[in-house]
């Protein structure tokens, strides 16, 4: 399955699964008008980007597709056992190996910190997963079988049938 959506899904489930005592939610539709309130921290689980490698196979077109997601960390310190590096660090640890449904396991490729707004501190760690993107294939419109009539090979084929000659 390609679906980005259950993708994202897996994700915030697992994460909030492994940190229980923060706030795991798929990345806002109006990030401008997110308000983080949680007493401890959050984390916000975005789709970033895909990539496709050439494609496999002749015929039906099927490629690997490699999607980035983005997790920003926010905590209400910075220091601590409950401040947003140790949250960084529980999201680093559940996540590297985690693995979404009809994916490969998620690896780490970057983080990075964001900002800090009114002792709200915010940092982005970048993970990637890959699956298969394959296309949606229509069924032929062939001759439908409609009888079978078995034999044995040392039998006659039946005389209402008239046997392809080469």
């Not at 983080?36 to 015929?59: D, N, R, W």
């Not at 983080?111 to 940092?123: I, M, P, T």
């Amino acid at each position: 399955m390609s679906a980005t959506r259950p993708i994202i899904d897996a994700v915030q489930a697992h994460l909030q699964a492994a940190l229980p005592r923060v706030q795991v939610e798929v990345f806002p539709e109006r990030p401008d008008e997110y308000q983080f309130i949680h007493p401890t921290g959050a984390v916000l689980v975005g789709y970033q980007s895909g990539k496709f490698t050439p494609i496999e196979g002749l015929g039906t077109v099927a490629q690997q597709r490699d999607l980035t997601l983005h997790l920003t960390v926010i905590g209400a310190h910075l220091h601590g056992d409950d401040g947003a590096l140790a949250i960084l660090d529980e999201v680093r640890l559940a996540i590297m190996g985690f693995k979404p449904p009809d994916c490969l396991p998620c690896h780490l490729l970057q983080e990075r910190f964001l900002s800090e707004d009114a002792g709200a501190w915010q940092y982005e760690l970048t993970v990637q997963t890959s699956t298969q993107q394959v296309q949606v294939c229509r069924p032929e419109n062939l001759p439908t079988l409609t009888q079978v009539r078995p034999r044995h090979i040392a039998d006659p084929p039946a005389p209402d049938l008239n046997p392809k000659t080469p």
